[in-house]
């Protein structure tokens, strides 16, 4: 039996996210092309020009989206290996390949990271969201995913090192 390791969420973070942004930051440029005289701001910029802060600002959301999102993977745990999915195409890794694993990024919400010996179809590591629990204390500690991750990798690495 398999444990999911991503959060849920990761299409709608990977794929829906963007595609808000995109249409939101559209529609906002083209009311300010299509409108002019409705813009107001103390900016010093003509209303005529308020679209191009609209298309400057969705480009800089864009970046900063892929940058953070684009790379997400779905990952799950079966055994000693590691099954990874980019939604297109699925790999098995095993837990023995796995160089290390970290923690919580600052992002919100928490990405982790499994860094591999050699690298995979996916590259030398994957980027993916581990559950949310909502609770006071969840910000403080590793889902239970995470653990069972980090137990299994253990397991796996002692296996190798006896072998």
């Not at 849920?8 to 995109?22: G, N």
């Not at 003509?46 to 679209?51: D, G, I, T």
């Not at 990271?113 to 590591?125: L, N, W």
């Amino acid at each position: 039996m398999s444990t999911t390791l991503s959060s849920r969420w990761t299409p709608f973070y990977k794929f829906v996210t963007p595609a808000f942004v995109i249409v939101g930051v559209s529609a906002g440029a083209y009311a300010a092309w299509l409108h002019p005289e409705r813009q107001h701001s103390n900016s010093g910029i003509p209303p005529e020009q308020h679209w191009l802060i609209f298309l400057a600002i969705g480009l800089v959301a864009l970046l900063a989206m892929w940058q953070l999102l684009a790379n997400l993977k779905h990952v799950e745990l079966d055994g000693d290996d590691l099954i990874i999915s980019n939604y297109r195409e699925e790999i098995r890794v095993p837990l023995a390949n796995v160089e290390k694993i970290s923690g919580r990024s600052l992002s919100n919400p928490p990405r982790y990271r499994v860094t591999f010996t050699e690298p995979t179809e996916f590259g030398r590591s994957v980027v993916f969201i581990a559950p949310q629990r909502f609770s006071f204390t969840a910000r403080f500690t590793e889902p239970d995913e995470i653990v069972e991750l980090r137990s299994a990798w253990d397991t796996a690495r002692g296996a190798a090192v006896r072998h």
